[in-house]
């Protein structure tokens, strides 16, 4: 069973007739938004499914925000935090996976990739934390990892962090868009941010190593995702 309509229920759609497996994919598109509504709609649309599924393992994805000084005080992290609890509590069977930044075909502008895509694009001001590093991953990538857990019954009752196993600070993110749309964004430089290492991370053996650099993979997303 999938719960959602989203990017990462149509990723896992393949999972909609698996009778003993519910892929709770309906959450809050806007990571920085404050509105208590739509965090109580997902807890309760999550508590509904708990109680008329008992015993079934229950697949969540949360974030890997919590671990982010900059912003796990945030609602939307208290809100995941709130959940991930909930589920510990109330599930038997269960597996919980914090996310990065997904990338895929999306026009969701409240995501961070798209944020700066379309402010660069748009020419729209904006404030460039030359501190800061975010984790962008792959959809495809995402689907991979899960999908191999999942059908090998990898981990049971887990909390897993699953993201790129390399950051990219917010200036080099901005940097290769600015490349290539051929645009020079309209921003102001701020002394702000903070780096940060999410250990341990289960999508490190999924990838070859050595690691490109992250602005070649940076870049395949824009080539993957974007079109000019």
């Not at 597996?95 to 944020?115: A, E, K, Q, W, Y």
Request: glycine content about 4%; proline content about 4%.
């Amino acid at each position: 069973m999938v719960i959602g309509t989203g990017l990462l229920a149509q990723a896992f759609k393949k999972y909609t007739q698996k009778e003993d497996l519910i892929v709770f994919a309906s959450g809050v598109s806007n990571s920085k938004g404050a509105d208590i509504s739509t965090f109580d709609r997902e807890t309760e649309l999550l508590s509904d499914t708990i109680s008329r599924h008992p015993g079934k393992q229950l697949i969540y994805f949360s974030t890997t925000s919590l671990l982010d000084p900059d912003v796990q005080e945030l609602p939307y992290a208290l809100h995941k935090r709130k959940i991930e609890k909930m589920i510990e509590v109330n599930c038997e069977h269960y597996l919980i996976f914090r996310l990065s930044n997904v990338v895929g075909h999306s026009d969701n502008p409240h995501t961070v990739f798209n944020f700066f895509f379309n402010k660069i694009k748009n020419q729209e001001f904006f404030n460039l934390w030359i501190n800061a590093e975010r984790n962008l991953i792959d959809l495809d990538d995402v689907k991979q990892v899960v999908t191999d857990i999942l059908d090998n019954n990898r981990y049971t009752n887990s909390i897993l962090n699953l993201l790129y196993p390399g950051n990219c600070s917010v200036p080099e993110m901005v940097a290769a868009i600015e490349t290539y749309l051929g645009i020079k964004g309209n921003y102001e430089q701020v002394e702000k941010g903070n780096k940060f290492i999410v250990q341990p991370n289960i999508a490190e053996s999924y990838f070859e190593k050595p690691l490109p650099p992250v602005r070649n993979y940076i870049t395949s997303l824009l080539e993957k995702y974007k079109t000019l």
